[in-house]
């Protein structure tokens, strides 16, 4: 089956600090792999996709990598708030669905 | 304009009865799911209707039964609760095919006594 693996343990950074998140996925190399951000008694939130033949993207203080050889997504927060806090959840493609990792607790604190 | 839209938010119900939550998504897509997020955070897919046709079945039992009237529409009825059902589903949609991202409803809140 193809997993998708995220720490499960909390990220505790202070504020303004770059914070750095990690997705691991299992077997082949999906097509592309995207996150989400999910705040407390929300729906997730999409943020950025990144495709297999991409090594990096950018949108604003997010920026998302993927290396095919470590079989690995990061994602990371540049210049972290208070506001980023939330669970930050990694998907990757697995056919017509996505197949979504448990998702890391992010916490900035000021 | 709440572009996924789910009914109830919260849901709390004694073990044996049947149940339904609506969902209803004014984006135009082809493409609806259900997901359930368990206690631990994991969203696994449950099913995924295109123009109200199933494509996916994630080895769901069969005491829930999705139904889509229209293409806006998936609404999702649990047969038989029992005390596992506990979870928050989450309706989402998307545009056809491929890599389009997944736009979520707030979540039902399900909890079984």
């Known amino acids: 089956s193809q997993k998708i693996e995220q720490n499960s343990e909390a990220l505790n950074i202070q504020e303004g600090k770059t914070a750095t998140l990690t997705c691991n996925y299992t077997?082949?190399?999906?097509?592309?792999l995207q996150w989400y951000r999910q705040d407390p008694g929300r729906g997730p939130v999409f943020l950025l996709l990144i495709r297999e033949n991409e090594k990096e993207k950018r949108k604003e203080r997010l920026k998302v990598t993927f290396d095919t050889t470590l079989k690995q997504s990061l994602f990371h927060i540049t210049a972290s708030q208070p506001a980023d806090s939330a669970t930050y959840l990694c998907a990757r493609s697995a056919g017509n669905m996505l197949t979504f990792g448990g998702g890391t607790r992010l916490m900035v604190k000021p | 304009d709440t572009a996924v839209s789910q009914t109830p938010k919260y849901l709390v119900t004694q073990m044996g009865n049947d149940k339904s939550i609506k969902c209803e998504q004014n984006?135009?897509?082809?493409?609806m799911y259900w997901y359930k997020q368990d206690s631990k955070k994991f969203l696994k897919i449950m099913f995924s209707?295109?123009?109200?046709?199933?494509?996916i079945n994630e080895t769901v039992p069969n005491r829930f039964s999705p139904k889509s009237p229209d293409k806006a529409h998936l609404n999702l009825h649990i047969n038989s609760l029992e005390l596992g059902d506990s979870a928050v589903y989450f309706c989402?949609?998307?545009?056809?095919?491929?890599?389009?991202?997944?736009?979520f409803g707030e979540g039902s809140r399900l909890t079984v006594l």
């Open positions: 209707y295109n123009n109200k046709e199933l494509i």
């Open positions: 989402a949609s998307s545009r056809q095919g491929g890599d389009g991202e997944l736009f």
């Open positions: 077997n082949y190399s999906p097509a592309y």
């Open positions: 984006l135009g897509h082809d493409t």
